[in-house]
């Protein structure tokens, strides 16, 4: 059956290992982030566990990324923290500013700011402006509007979401290891892979084979 591994149906492989086939198939990451969510840190302990006692098994990471979710992800937080700084909000070590909140004047003049530098050549707000005021009304308000714009033009580049998408690969390399007590040379990350999550959550897959 070990030499059959590879090919062999997930419910096969949970059985082998004692486990349910849905929680060898893949570790979901929230958009933009290789942070290990609770639920996932206790599967991946399960496995890990279940692969301590069969030396034969090794395990292969296929690390994920998705250019349209996580791309959007990682504007959205990008944009947070340039908010924030402008606002001087001070932040614990490791904690990430939260939505921008729209309606505060602090938050609408860091944006004005934001806006005026890096849409200088299309007319910064007195453009912005000038333009909401010819429609009689915007489809939304100013400064949601000036998110939106100030969001959707920072850049993300393909290396970052490889970045991205490698630190997950490692995120889960270090759960078994740590939680799930595995050898760590048993444990292999793949090149970052290509998907279309169509949601807020991205799968990395996990594959099982027989070891060297």
């Known amino acids: 059956m070990l030499t059959k591994v590879v090919t062999a149906p997930f419910r096969a492989l949970g059985n082998l290992l004692g486990i349910g ?14 942070t290990l969510l609770p639920p996932e840190q206790e599967k991946l302990k399960e496995v890990g566990q279940a692969l301590a006692k069969r030396p034969a098994l090794a395990l292969t990471v296929a690390p994920a990324y998705d250019p349209k979710v996580d791309s959007r992800a990682l504007q959205e937080l990008q944009i947070r923290r340039d908010v924030a700084a402008r606002m ?16 505060n004047p602090r938050a609408q003049k860091a944006l004005e700011d934001l806006y005026d530098e890096r849409f200088d050549k299309q007319g910064g707000m007195k453009a912005l402006q000038a333009e909401y005021e010819k429609a009689g009304k915007g489809p939304r308000p100013l400064h949601a509007e000036m998110l939106k714009r100030l969001t959707t033009q920072i850049p993300v580049t393909e290396a970052e979401l490889n970045r991205l998408a490698q630190a997950r690969g490692e995120s889960v390399k270090r759960a078994l290891v740590s939680l799930g007590k595995v050898d760590e040379a048993r444990i292999t990350v793949g090149a970052p892979v290509k998907e279309d999550a169509g949601g807020k959550i991205v799968a990395s897959k996990m594959n099982l084979g027989t070891g060297k």
């Open 88 to 103: 001087q909000l001070r932040m614990d070590a490791g904690q990430e500013p939260g939505p921008v909140d729209v309606m």
């Open 21 to 34: 086939a849905d929680k060898l198939e893949a570790v979901e990451f929230d958009a933009g982030a290789a």
